[in-house]
């Protein structure tokens, strides 16, 4: 995924089928300049943590 279309999912009011290493992801936030975006699981929405925004797949 690229970095616009990962910070339009995370300011979609409709949830995105989202997945990062097989588990189904929240973007909480894209910061545009490292590419880099804030997730959590859905099952375990404490668990925040920053990944590349490349690694994220968008499931249609």
Known sequence: MNT???KEISQS???KHVTYLD???YIQHVDEQNATARIFPLHEPGNEFDVNVDQLIEHH
Do not use: E, G, T, V
């Open 13 to 15: 009011p409709d949830m």
């Open 23 to 25: 588990q189904q992801i």
């Open 4 to 6: 616009l279309r990962a």
